[in-house]
């Protein structure tokens, strides 16, 4: 027997399918356009830890600078043991804030290579 609701299943089930294949494309550039944003981000992060790590390395100089004078000064009687130690204090925190401008740097370029899933050419 013959229904009238079976001969219009076909169309409903493709128009169904029609509108599946057009939401999967939303989908797909939805997730593209989040891809690349994600990427873009931490490319910026990348470039942003790289300037970390250079004014961490001016700091690093500025500090051992200061404590090689603080040392002489104090070597002469002209500074107290407060000044040295205090000079030694910065030093170390600009030292700690290198490392942890290196740990930036290396965790930017590892985020960058398991978004692009492949190994970033980097020179040593």
């Not at 079976?6 to 550039?29: H, M």
């Not at 130690?85 to 965790?107: M, Q, R």
């Amino acid at each position: 027997s013959w229904n009238i609701l079976n001969a219009f299943s076909g169309f409903f089930q493709s128009r169904a399918i029609k509108k599946e294949a057009i939401a999967l494309g939303y989908t797909i550039a939805d997730t593209k356009q989040k891809m690349t944003l994600q990427l873009k981000s931490a490319v910026e992060t990348y470039y942003t830890s790289l300037a970390t790590l250079k004014q961490s390395e001016i700091s690093v100089t500025s500090a051992e600078e200061n404590y090689r004078v603080i040392k002489n000064q104090y070597d002469q009687s002209a500074a107290t043991m407060t000044d040295l130690l205090n000079a030694s204090v910065l030093l170390n925190e600009a030292k700690f804030a290198k490392s942890n401008a290196i740990y930036g740097v290396i965790s930017s370029v590892y985020n960058i290579e398991r978004l692009i899933e492949s190994s970033l050419p980097i020179k040593e």
